[in-house]
C-alpha cells in the first residue's frame, strides 16, 4: 500500500510540476505579448514612401518599418503631419519616438536630429513634358503662332508687292500684261524671286514707278530676311535649352517648380534659381499638368514613381541625378531605440526582405542596377 501511495504521490507531483512549468510559460508569453513597446512614428504623405490606402497607412518606408517592429516587438502608432517642417518638428521636441517617410539625411539635419544607416539611395532629377528633346522639340520651336504670323505677314507682304508692280509695269512688258484676276500668282512669283534671288533679268522694271518700287522692295527685303531668320534662330536656340539641360544652371528663367522647405528647393537657391514651391506632392504635380511649370526638380524615386503611374506618354524624366542623396529614418537626439532599430534594418538586407520590398514598391530592375 505505501509502495503505491508512494509511487502515486510522486507521479501526481510530477503532473502538478509539468502543469505549473507549462502555465507559466503561458503566462510568460502572454505578458511578453503585452509587454511590446508603444511607439509614435510622425510621417508625411510621399507616395510610395508613405500613404494612405483605404484608411491604413502603406508604402515602402511604412513596409519596412513594420517587419522592424515585428522584429523589435514594437507597437507603431503613426502620426501623419502635413509637412516635412512639420513632422521634424515634433521630432526635435520629443513629441514623437521617430519619423520615417522619404528623409533625406543632411549635415544640417544631423546636428538636431539622429539617423539610422541609409534606407533608400534617391537624388535630385529633373521632370519635364514629354517631346522636349530631339526633332520633335526643334518642330514645336519653328511652328509658333509668332512664327507662323510672320510668314503670314511675309506673304501678304510678297502678295501686295507683287501687285503694286503688276499695277507700274502691267502696260510695259509682257509678263505682267493680264488682268488682275489673272496677275495674282505671277506677280507673287515675281516679288518672291526679287527678294530670294535679286529678281529676273529678262525682267527688269520698264517704268519709273516700277523701277523706283523694285529698288525699294529689294533693299527692304534685306531687313525682313534678317528679321525671319533672326526669329528662327532663336526659336532654335530656345530648344536647345530645352532639350539639352546639361547642367542645373540650364533651368535658369524657366518655371521651376519644388517642394517648399526640401533639400531640392535649397539645392536650387544655391545655384541661384528660385523655384515655385509647392506644400505637397500632389500640388506641384497638379501645377505641372495645368502647364504653371515648365519643369519639376525634386526626388529622382517620387518622380520615377508619378512618370510610370500618372504621366506616362505626357512626361519625361531627365536620367542624370544632379545630387545623390541617401534617405534614413530620423530620431530624437540620443534616442534608445535608432541602435536597435539601425540593426534591424541591416538585418532586414542581409536575409532579402529588404529585396522583396523593393520589387513590391519600385520594381525587379531597381534591385539590379
Request: aromatic letters at 12%; glycine letters at 10%; a negative charge.
Amino acid at each position: 500500500m505505501m509502495t503505491f501511495n508512494a509511487r502515486f504521490g510522486g507521479g501526481m507531483r510530477h503532473f502538478l510540476n509539468v502543469c505549473l512549468v507549462s502555465f507559466f510559460c503561458v503566462i510568460g508569453v502572454y505578458a511578453s505579448a503585452q509587454t511590446a513597446k508603444d511607439i509614435t512614428i510622425a510621417t508625411v504623405s510621399r507616395v510610395p514612401f508613405s500613404l494612405e490606402i483605404d484608411g491604413q497607412d502603406a508604402g515602402f518606408s511604412i513596409d519596412l518599418l513594420s517587419a522592424v517592429a515585428e522584429e523589435l516587438n514594437l507597437n507603431v502608432t503613426y502620426a501623419r503631419k502635413d509637412s516635412f517642417a512639420e513632422m521634424f518638428g515634433a521630432v526635435q521636441a520629443r513629441e514623437v519616438d521617430g519619423a520615417i517617410a522619404n528623409i533625406s539625411i543632411t549635415a544640417e539635419r544631423e546636428r538636431v536630429m539622429d539617423f539610422t544607416q541609409p534606407i533608400f539611395d534617391s537624388g535630385i532629377q529633373v521632370m519635364m513634358p514629354a517631346g522636349q528633346s530631339g526633332a520633335s522639340a526643334v518642330l514645336s520651336a519653328i511652328f509658333t503662332r509668332q512664327i507662323a504670323l510672320s510668314i503670314l505677314g511675309a506673304l501678304v507682304l510678297l502678295f501686295g508687292g507683287g501687285m503694286l508692280m503688276w499695277f507700274f509695269e502691267r502696260r510695259h512688258q509682257v509678263y505682267f500684261d493680264r488682268t488682275a484676276k489673272e496677275a495674282g500668282f505671277p506677280a507673287f512669283w515675281w516679288a518672291l524671286n526679287l527678294v530670294v534671288n535679286g529678281g529676273f533679268e529678262e525682267r527688269v522694271p520698264q517704268s519709273r514707278g516700277g523701277r523706283f518700287f523694285a529698288v525699294l522692295l529689294v533693299v527692304s527685303s534685306l531687313f525682313i530676311v534678317s528679321i525671319f531668320v533672326a526669329q528662327i534662330t532663336a526659336a532654335l536656340t530656345v530648344s536647345a535649352i530645352q532639350s539639352n539641360i546639361e547642367s542645373i544652371s540650364d533651368l535658369e528663367g524657366r518655371r521651376v517648380g519644388t517642394i517648399t522647405g526640401s533639400t531640392s528647393e535649397a539645392f536650387l537657391n544655391q545655384r541661384g534659381i528660385s523655384p515655385i514651391g509647392a506644400d505637397n506632392p500632389d500640388g506641384l504635380f497638379a501645377a505641372f499638368e495645368a502647364g504653371d511649370l515648365d519643369a519639376v526638380v525634386f526626388d529622382g524615386p517620387i518622380l520615377a514613381y508619378y512618370v510610370r503611374h500618372q504621366g506616362q506618354g505626357k512626361v519625361e524624366l531627365l536620367e542624370r541625378i544632379y545630387r545623390p542623396e541617401n534617405y534614413g529614418m530620423a530620431f530624437p537626439t540620443g534616442s534608445e531605440l535608432r541602435e536597435d532599430v539601425d540593426q534591424s534594418m541591416l538585418r532586414l538586407r542581409e536575409d532579402g526582405r529588404y529585396d522583396e520590398l523593393l520589387i513590391k514598391w519600385f520594381g525587379l530592375a531597381y534591385v539590379r542596377r
